[in-house]
């Protein structure tokens, strides 16, 4: 299983990102994908659930009207359209996925900062 996140960067406030997940070694349609945050000496945060259809999101309430995800079961990537940027939204953002066997897989995340 591999989760490889990619598109972080610095950016203004008010500004937009796109991060973007890819995803192999598993039955990628099967499996709902989560994005998460950490923020420096804060606890890792869920961000955004995605169903294995994409048919239901469910977001944290700090990030919902601003940020988006998608997912590709085509080509087995999840995005995050991240819109109206704020400080409070540095963070390293990691994709990550349970499987049946209940063992959770991690990508290395990415990094967003959102700076003046």
């Known amino acids: 299983v591999q989760l490889v996140e990619s598109g972080g960067g610095l950016v203004q406030p ?54 988006t995800v998608s997912r590709d079961n085509v080509k087995n990537t999840v995005d995050l359209q991240m819109s109206s940027l704020k400080p409070e939204d540095t963070a390293v953002y990691y994709c990550n996925v349970v499987l049946w066997t209940r063992k959770d897989y991690w990508g290395q995340g990415t990094q967003v900062t959102v700076s003046s």
């Open 14 to 67: 008010g500004g937009s990102l796109r991060l973007s997940c890819a995803a192999s070694g598993f039955t990628f349609s099967s499996y709902n994908i989560n994005w998460y945050r950490q923020a420096p000496g804060k606890e890792r945060e869920l961000v955004v659930t995605v169903t294995r259809d994409g048919g239901y999101t469910a977001y944290a309430d700090s990030v919902r009207g601003r940020f």
